[in-house]
């Protein structure tokens, strides 16, 4: 692999405008962040980089806002903490970036931070538009990359604002995810074992169909095992599946019957009527027309937890079933408790990844260990296939 520019403290970056993309996509309700642990991971960086004298232009997207200006989508409730944990004076930019917008930025000085509204409110940012990435890149001297969980993303302030930057670099997250990932993946030791969750079977047919001849195991759990257990002809109720998942879950199926991996669904469940109801416990073909498959059976997590354990190396995507009710968390909770106690006990080599394993864990304030956390989610499981990355690709 080419290297990739890597920002380092031999940069002079005195006095100098400094465009950060960073990924501050956290979850948020009522303008309430529910989880902090991707901001807090970027602010020593910024912190370094004040201290270096530099103008900080601090940018980052926040979920997938359908209006021009979705103020359901708003980075606000970011900007109001990073001023709480940054001393550094911090101002809110929420127009829109155009040919004008770097005249309006004159009044930034050395050591203070501009943070600009989420990026997508920006119709050119999704388009990856040429004329949105050079107005993006005029606002700065230097651009850093440290949101790897983006990388896959061929956007404008991920891949087209390098074509008009020159001094492009990825930031230390970026490179920490990518070394971590990289130390795993050449030193993992079989049996392996990969764990997906997660919705959709679509958005990750590519890594899962990848897995299945470098693992010895392929786990599917979540709402993307309904798919599965459907397929098998049993009854899942009003459960969540994908329209078209047959010729794709088929796809998988055949390409294990060609390989030595084996691949594990539930095979019993936590359900309940709605996703704030408590939990019915069924086996394979017992849940009833009226009920949501919510979590993954005590059966099943025994099951899980005896491959776990004659597994040397373990990747972990995706939460077991809907955490964000205590009822429905167990099988996830049961998973980041063996996962870690293996990892510190038995010299498990683990990664786990995904925003939303990482906000099952945070929500349930698990004390856990991994060999690696990654905060990325498609990024992760994508470099895990072996894809080239936009986000990467341009900062060889």
């Not at 109801?277 to 027309?289: S, T």
Request: glycine share 6%; net charge positive; proline share 3%.
């Amino acid at each position: 692999m080419e290297k990739i520019r890597s920002f380092n403290d031999n940069i002079d970056i005195k006095n100098k405008r400094v465009i950060l993309r960073s990924d501050f996509n956290v979850p948020i309700i009522n303008e309430v962040i529910q989880d902090k642990t991707r901001i807090n991971l970027s602010i020593p960086f910024i912190q370094n980089l004040l201290k270096r004298q530099a103008k900080v232009l601090i940018i980052s997207h926040l979920g997938r806002p359908k209006s021009g200006k979705d103020l359901n989508f708003s980075l606000k409730p970011v900007y109001k903490y990073l001023k709480e944990k940054i001393e550094n004076k911090i101002y809110f930019f929420s127009e829109k970036i155009t040919n004008r917008t770097k005249d309006k930025l004159s009044f930034i000085n050395s050591g203070e931070i501009i943070f600009f509204e989420n990026i997508r409110f920006d119709e050119g940012e999704i388009k990856n538009d040429e004329n949105f990435a050079k107005n993006l890149s005029s606002l700065g001297d230097v651009y850093i990359n440290d949101a790897f969980s983006c990388a896959h993303r061929k956007q404008a302030s991920i891949h087209k604002i390098t074509k008009h930057t020159k001094n492009s670099f990825a930031g230390p997250l970026f490179m920490k995810e990518i070394h971590s990932i990289n130390m795993v993946l050449k030193n993992k030791k079989s049996p392996t074992t990969c764990i997906i969750g997660g919705s959709k079977i679509s958005t990750k047919l590519g890594v899962v169909t990848s897995l299945i001849n470098k693992v010895d195991n392929l786990i599917i759990i979540g709402a993307m095992a309904n798919n599965f257990i459907k397929f098998r002809g049993n009854k899942i109720g009003k459960s969540l599946v994908e329209s078209g998942s047959d010729k794709m879950i088929e796809e998988i199926y055949n390409k294990v019957d060609n390989s030595n991996c084996e691949i594990v669904t539930p095979f019993d469940f936590a359900v309940s009527n709605s996703t704030d109801g408590e939990a019915i416990f069924r086996d394979l073909n017992e849940v009833k027309d009226n009920e949501i498959i919510l979590d993954i059976g005590p059966q099943t997590i025994e099951r899980i937890s005896k491959i776990i354990d004659i597994s040397k190396t373990v990747l972990w995507n995706g939460p077991a079933g809907y955490f964000e009710n205590k009822n429905f968390s167990k099988g996830t909770i049961s998973l980041a408790k063996k996962i870690s106690d293996n990892t510190n006990e038995n010299s498990l080599i683990s990664i786990v990844g995904g925003g939303d394993t990482i906000s099952s864990i945070k929500n349930n304030r698990l004390s856990v260990k991994f060999t690696h956390l990654s905060t990325a989610g498609g990024a992760f499981l994508e470099y895990i296939e072996g894809k080239n990355l936009p986000g990467i690709e341009v900062l060889k």
